[in-house]
């Protein structure tokens, strides 16, 4: 591993290292221009555009003016280019602002006033009470005297609480004025991304005396853009400073390296439309390809006897491809340039939907939801498989102490809170040993901060909601925790005070799975080994005599009420023994390498033989709304899978709580586990054996993995599991690693399905990021998803609105839109190939320059924009009928076929568009000008209606812009007409004198709309979608019929797929089915007893639970 | 605050959220709830739309046709006609040479009565005005100003002549500016062509100068139409500015001049036509055309039977869409006809 040397306050070596100047900008004032269009002409279609507008300069084949292209095209990239600029600009003032606040640096033994930019690494920085950490620092000293100190790290993870940071063992004690002036080296690894890690070491030099190596680790140091605060705190020391030792700066900062742009994310949608895109392509080629060999055929024939034309005798060799060259320039328009924009347009106004709506905000935590990523709400609307978190995500995450089992005796089953038993609270009371030390443990083993208020309160600041609990419940059994001044820790038992001085922390991992501190009793001096953990990483920890089996017990029951549960334990020390361990712990904790690996080793030497004394129970209560709002989107045809860390059971249970899974009958579990691969791959067959038989049952079935099982899954039977996944609408996966979660999401991804992944911690951040669509619930472990996500929201039941309302509107109006831009670029475009038979397949536009850039870029690019506001459906009745979102998911609004329709839709416009032109003004009505004019009129006329009668709603902007739009039309071209050197100067004026002018057009809007309205009423009236008969029952305002029917209906049909099987019962049989009911939550010991006593080939809980001590013990 | 700000766009706002208040303000653009109309296509409705473009439609139909029906019109196609029997076969040798007589009298009864002002037209057949190479070969600035004499960048091949000099007006729709005449007696009385107006007005004050006289006009090796006379200025010259305006169909009428008195029904009128122009060579036909005209314009039964065919198609699809609500009425909204549960498209 690479590492630096950092020497403190050493201002030769400053060089070395970078300034701590940040710059988050893209572009600087000189490359703007080249980089901007590099980056825009990465795209294809900019490519293509900027082929076909340098084709246009050259003047002899160029049908139209060359500004007719390179007209949108500028405005097309300025726009982009504007917006690129603005955010650029943007940055450079928040990285201008940064760079120049004032910061207060020790040189020369002097504190010295400057600006942040220039820091160098090594420099010692003051910062006082709630200032912004300029660049990354090592601690090296605070007033306080225990030398720590508090910061917020919200702008780094969203954490709000507070977290401690100590000064290193060599700085403690060092006072202000020696702090000007101390020199040493620090020995640390090049700047990495990871915010949660930091390995290093320090080493004074004289006259620091202490010349010890002195580990540092991530609470000796303090992170850019942390705040360090305190208020509470600082009662009694009015200038509260903290002295910081820059380490790394500028963009070297964690901060800095962990901003990265993210691949952008490409929706179904957008697949679609490029694969269109790619087919139009292919057309125009063809239509050019013979509309050049028409053209040249027709020139060798036609035109050399036409000798007004004066073809030359022998042309230029590259005469072949003029005409070929002409028509492709002709039938560029084909490819909408202003599709791009347009789609991105509405793109972010539906992105702005989403972050406006009142509905999704979440007024608990006064978050408004926001759409991160503003390109790909449709996704949201073609959601075909959820996978969810468990934690935070389906519950709370408010975590409530309800019950305990103390070495045997379970409290709190009667009542259902444990505070609330008189037995507990008398066994505190009489201080029962058991209990006292139990709740000791709850108390002490810990890093919940204790924090005073001037009024006396104490309030705890945790990470972990679990610990809160644990000691907040403590606190109402009247075991206080006061205070924790660096070491000493301060209890308040029934209003006696007990002291304990924390000897070292063992800190939890999530591979570990538990966390120990080592305490020394401050009464009789005695060392404890404290220990909290899941009981798969505490009970094969017991000494060797203990009965493990009542607190297997214990956790197996509250699992099944869906209860966390935490195992705890304890031992005494013999001081030689904890002097010989502390020695190999501080080394372990000052290796540079893999250091958390070697901690966990040596933690492992002390957590054993310890006397299990009992398991907590925490209740994380479900959000409001989740089992709706999954019930309603599994009506939706959404497929949900659970991937928790959880424990089986509970995961169960929550699963069952919120409409997950059904109970028996109507639903059935699938187990797959097993300890051997070839015990994997046995019961992964047979799971997916009764799979297919039972799915042309209406039966709900669910298969149940956990991580163990799954890693082997993963690594060998990929093909059966993708197999079981496709068969699969519900899946519960537990005890999965962050990996595993996103592995999970990339195998649905490869059978080509839409994902969602929804979580709310760090651990879901990599299955959020790997979905189609990440959404992140900015919950109470912090902002680290949301700010991964694409969506971030406050609550899970927002998903309903997010998926049914703001992922259909988009989709629905998105595949409206694209198909219009192909639409109405390829009518103009039919009527240009049209005339070409009129004009000797020459290559002649009827269009001059100004409509056809006109026509694309405001007649009809405008109206069809306010299809971001129409509604086909109320969301009331969405909500009702969430099965509507089948249509979005199946891609029926927008696929070949409907293109197709749009095609033929433009061909047939085009048709009566050119022919009823070309009849009502022949003869000597037939001006080039004039013709060409009323055939634009047509088109825009006919766009007019086309927008009309595809949409569904008109709210009064709609009617704005297409009849404004329609104004507008007349407006623009009476202007030019009044322009004398224009090419239609007074044609407007004329045309619209001539009475057959205006019979023409309402004749060409007539013809063109007649069929299309027909058929429409037609198929909405005797073949109606769904869609239509939600909207004739919304009008009718009659109740909305109930689903329940409707629902059943559904289901029965949906499975009626093959006839069921006889054989079937048989494998039932051999199937585990737990009695599952989500009502009642049955009597735990019988169904324990009936479990695994009946069913003995499927794998007991009992030998679950040995079977992954097993493992964990072999794992460390 | 957070001024170390955030390069990725979507964070800033996902930074602090719990601090500030960020409650969305209500309006009903922002929550989609602005009040809307949603028109369904009930039975009703489109019936009475059919029925209403049936009965508009119709009325128009009929009085388009009668308009066009009082359009009176002869058209006398001329160009094989008026070529001797001998050069039959060889009609390009007979326009091309400078020595034949292309001089052809022939009388036309009128059908009708046919009031002043008579339009006369000249209409070609298969002649491709709109040709790209064609449509392009002009300079619009140089017709409008003497100033802008020099612009020929775009009438090539005909922009100077072979020494070089500007040729004014340029370009090959000049040059083969149609050179037939016509004129015309009835009972050998000589009767007037008015050949003022015969342009648009505003081609004649603003696109063709006053100032601008012609200059080495048909001056090369080959000829190809009329020539112009060279002292009077380019907006005098009505027929080189219609003709100037190009067809945008193979087949079109220009105006010729008009005749301000009106000729009796059964009257014969002898045209006597100097056939010079050439379409010989590429089989265009060649038409003299004398029409009234109407508020429609000249002679175009299109419009009216579109109107009509339109309209009763129209009235017969209204008429079906009520039988066919009666044979197999609907409750619109039944959920009952909530099928597409049946048909999932395959989709699991």
Redesign the interface.
């Known amino acids: 591993m690479m590492k630096r040397f950092v020497y403190i306050n050493d201002d030769s070596s400053q060089d070395l290292y970078c300034d701590n100047r ?1 710059s ?1 900008r893209k572009y600087t004032l000189w490359n703007f221009l080249p980089k901007n269009l590099w980056e825009q002409f990465r795209r294809f279609m900019n490519q293509y555009f900027l082929l076909i507008a340098c084709l246009q300069l050259w ?1 002899l084949i160029t ?1 139209v003016n060359p500004a007719s292209t390179w007209g949108p095209l500028i405005i097309i990239f300025a726009v982009s280019a504007t917006k690129e600029a603005w ?1 650029d600009y ?2 450079y003032l ?2 201008k ?2 760079n120049e ?1 004032e910061v207060w640096v020790v040189k020369d033994g002097i504190r010295k006033h400057i600006q942040a930019q220039d820091i160098h690494v090594g420099n010692i920085v003051w910062l006082r009470e709630n200032d ?1 950490v300029p660049c990354d620092l090592v601690l090296i000293g605070t007033s306080e005297p225990q030398g720590i100190c508090y910061v917020e790290t ?2 780094l993870d ?1 954490e ?1 609480d507070l977290k401690t940071r100590v000064v290193p063992l060599a700085c403690i004690g060092l006072a202000s004025e020696q702090l000007h002036i101390i020199k040493g080296v620090i020995e640390c690894p090049n700047p990495d991304k990871d915010i949660t890690r930091f390995d290093g070491n320090m080493r004074l030099f004289p006259p620091f005396i202490d010349n010890d190596l002195c580990p540092l680790t991530i609470s000796n140091t303090l992170l ?2 942390c705040y360090l605060r305190n208020t509470e705190w600082a009662c009694g020391v009015a200038k509260w400073l903290s002295i910081w030792l820059t380490i790394f700066s500028g963009n070297e900062t964690k ?1 800095g390296m962990s ?4 691949e952008p994310k490409l929706t179904a949608v957008d697949a679609m439309i490029d694969k269109l895109t790619g087919a139009i392509f292919l057309f125009q080629v063809v239509v050019v390809i013979v509309l050049g060999f028409a053209g040249n055929i027709w020139k060798d024939t ?2 050399r ?8 005798e022998d042309g230029p060799w590259y005469e072949l491809l003029v005409i070929p060259l ?1 028509f492709e320039l002709l039938c560029s328009i084909m490819i909408p340039i202003s599709i791009k924009v347009s789609l991105d347009l509405v793109k972010g106004i539906y992105a ?2 989403i ?5 999704m ?1 979440d007024h608990d ?4 939801s ?4 503003t390109a790909i709400s449709e996704d949201l609307g073609q959601v075909e498989y959820i996978l969810t978190d468990k934690t935070g995500t389906l519950t709370e995450n408010k975590m409530i102490f309800r019950r305990c089992c103390i070495n045997g005796v379970f409290y709190g089953n009667e009542s259902g809170d444990a505070l609330k038993d008189v037995q507990l609270l008398n066994a505190v009371a009489n201080n029962v040993a058991d209990v006292i030390r139990f709740v000791t443990i709850m108390t002490v083993c810990n890093t919940v901060i204790p924090i005073r208020s001037k009024s006396g309160t104490i309030s705890y600041k945790a990470q972990s909601q679990d610990e809160d609990a644990l000691v907040n419940a403590a606190a109402r059994l009247h075991m206080v925790l006061i205070s924790k001044n660096g070491s000493s820790l301060e209890i308040n038992l029934n209003g006696s005070l007990i002291q304990y001085e924390i000897l070292d922390i063992l800190e939890f991992t999530s591979d570990r799975k538990r966390m120990s501190v080592v305490v020394k009793d401050c009464q009789d001096g005695k060392i404890l080994l404290l220990s909290k953990g899941a009981d798969e990483a505490i009970l094969p920890c017991a000494y060797a005599g203990q009965q493990i089996r009542p607190f297997v017990d214990a956790v197996e029951q509250y699992a099944q009420l869906g209860l966390r549960t935490l195992c705890l334990g304890w031992r005494e020390l013999k001081d030689d023994e904890y002097n010989e361990w502390s020695h190999a712990f501080k080394q372990a904790r000052s290796t540079l390498v893999d250091r958390e690996w070697k901690l966990a080793e040596v933690c492992q030497i002390l957590e054993h033989d310890l006397e299990i004394i009992g398991v907590t129970a925490i209740e994380d209560r479900l959000q409001d709304g989740v089992p709706e709002t999954i019930e309603t989107l599994r009506q939706a ?1 959404i497929n949900f899978w659970m991937l928790t860390g959880d424990k089986q059971n509970t995961a169960i249970q929550i699963a069952l709580l919120c409409n997950f899974i059904s109970s028996e009958p109507k639903g059935q579990l699938l187990f797959i586990n097993g300890k051997t691969e070839d015990e994997v791959l046995r019961s992964l067959e047979r799971v997916l054996l009764t799979m297919r038989i039972t799915s042309s049952e209406p039966k709900d079935l669910a298969f149940v993995v956990d991580g163990w099982a799954l890693e082997i899954i993963l690594k060998q039977y990929r093909a059966v599991f993708t197999e079981l996944a496709i068969l699969s609408r519900t899946a519960i996966c537990c005890r999965v690693t962050p990996s595993q979660k996103a592995q999970l999401v990339e195998l649905l991804k490869s059978c080509d399905y839409r994902t969602l992944a929804i979580g709310d911690g760090g651990n879901d951040v990599r299955m959020i990021q790997q979905a189609d669509i990440g959404v992140g619930i ?1 919950g109470r472990e912090g ?1 680290q998803a ?2 991964a996500a694409d969506y ?1 929201i406050g609550k899970f039941r927002f998903l309903k609105r997010l998926i049914l309302v703001h992922g259909r ?1 988009s989709y629905n109006r998105t595949a409206f839109l694209s198909q219009y831009s192909f639409y109405k670029s390829l009518l103009i475009c039919f009527i240009q190939i049209f ?1 070409s038979f ?3 397949v ?3 536009s ?1 269009f001059n320059s100004i409509s056809l850039m006109a026509y694309n870029v405001f007649y009809t690019s405008i109206p069809v924009l306010t299809v971001v ?1 129409d ?1 086909d459906l109320s969301e009331k009745t969405v909500m009702q009928n969430p ?1 509507i979102l ?2 979005c ?2 891609g ?1 609004l927008l696929n070949p076929s409907t293109f197709a329709g749009w095609f033929g839709r433009s061909l047939y416009h085009a048709l009566v568009v050119f022919l ?1 032109t ?15 004019m009323v055939a634009l009129s047509g088109c825009i006329w006919l766009q007019a209606f086309v927008v009309t009668i595809e949409m ?7 009617h704005l812009a297409i009849w404004g739009n329609f104004a507008a039309f007349y407006f623009i071209n009476s202007l030019v007409s009044t322009i ?2 224009a ?1 239609m ?2 044609i407007m004026f ?1 045309l619209c004198r ?3 002018y205006w ?2 057009v309402v ?1 060409i809007v ?2 063109g709309m ?1 069929p299309v ?2 058929l ?2 037609f198929r ?3 073949r ?3 869609i239509n ?8 305002r ?1 109740p909305i ?1 109930s689903m329940g029917g ?1 629902e059943s ?2 289901k029965s ?2 499975k009626d797929v093959a006839s069921l099987s006889t054989s079937q019962s048989k494998f039932r049989n051999s199937v585990y089915e737990p009695l599952l009911s989500a009502s009642d939550p049955p009597p735990t010991s019988t169904r324990r007893s009936i479990g695994p006593a009946t069913f003995d080939f499927l794998q007991p809980a009992q030998s679950r639970l040995s079977s992954s001590y097993s493992r964990n013990c072999k794992d460390n | 605050m ?10 800033d ?6 601090r500030k ?6 309006s009903r653009f ?3 709830e ?8 009930t ?1 009703a409705i ?1 019936v009475t ?2 029925a209403f ?1 049936g009965i508009i ?1 119709i009325p ?1 139909g009929l009085l ?1 046709l009668s308009a066009s029906g009082q359009v009176v019109e002869i058209v006398y196609q001329y160009d094989t006609d008026c070529i001797p029997e001998q050069l039959q076969n060889d009609k390009v040798a007979f326009i091309q040479s400078s020595t034949t007589n292309k001089t052809c009298t022939r009388t036309l009864t009128v059908p009708k009565n046919m009031e002043g002002p008579v ?1 006369i ?1 000249y ?1 070609l057949d298969n ?9 392009k070969s002009r300079s ?1 600035k140089q017709l ?1 100003s003497k100033a802008s004499e020099t612009e020929t960048t ?1 009438c090539a ?2 922009a100077t002549t072979s020494d070089g000099s500007v040729i004014v007006p340029c370009g ?1 729709i000049a ?2 500016l149609f050179n037939d005449t016509y004129s015309f007696a009835v009972n050998s009385k000589i009767i007037e062509v008015n050949k003022k107006n015969i342009a ?1 007005q ?1 081609d004649k004050e ?2 063709f100068g006053s100032d601008v006289y012609p200059k080495n006009f048909q001056m090369g090796g080959l000829i ?2 009329a020539k112009l006379n060279a002292s009077i200025p380019l907006s005098e010259q009505e027929d080189l500015i219609v003709w100037m ?11 010729y001049g008009r005749i301000e008195t009106d000729l009796a029904a059964n009257e014969q009128v002898t045209v006597t036509i100097q056939n010079n122009y ?1 379409t010989y ?3 265009g036909k060649k038409n003299l055309v004398l029409s009234t005209t109407s ?4 002679k ?1 039964d ?2 009216g039977t ?2 009509l065919t ?1 309209g009763s ?2 009235l017969f ?1 209204a008429m079906g ?1 009520i039988i ?1 609500y009666l044979l ?1 009425p ?1 409750t ?4 009952s ?6 048909n ?2 395959g ?2």
């Open positions: 940040i988050n003047s049908p955010d943007n940055r928040s990285d602002q940064a606040k912004e919200s702008a969203g709000t850019q853009s901060l901003r990265g742009v993210p036609e035109a006897k036409q000798w007004y034309v004066k073809y030359p002409r702005k939907f972050d406006w709506d009142e509905e905000y935590t006064r978050t408004p926001h759409a991160a990523n045809g900015s902002l949301a700010r971030s509107y005339f009129f004009s000797g020459s290559g002649t009827l506001l509604k099965q089948l249509y998911q199946a029926r009823i070309v009849h009502a003004y022949a003869d000597e009505k037939s001006e080039m000008e004039e013709l060409s569904n709603s008109f709210t009064i902007l709609q004398p050197s090419g100067y007074t004329r001539q009475p057959s019979i023409t004749l007539a013809v007649g309205l027909a429409k009423y909405y009236t005797y109606s979608s769904a008969i939600l909207q004739q029952a919304e009008r009718s009659g019929f409707l209906q559904l049909l949906e | 957070n001024p170390r700000g955030d390069s990725t766009s979507g964070s706002g996902a930074a602090e959220p719990r208040s960020k409650k969305p303000k209500y922002t929550q989609q602005l009040p809307a109309c949603k028109p369904l296509l039975p489109v739309a059919f473009i439609f128009i388009s339009h037209y209409e002649f491709y005005q709109n040709h790209r190479r064609y449509v619009d409008r775009n091949p005909e090959l040059w083969s648009w505003s603003h696109k190809g139409g305006r190009t067809a945008a169909l193979p087949r079109f009428r220009k105006l050439n060579s590429f089989e508020w429609i314009g000249g175009n299109f419009l579109a109107y339109i198609l129209c699809l869409f066919l197999k609907r619109l909204g039944d959920p006809y909530l099928s597409w549960n049946r999932p498209d989709h699991y």
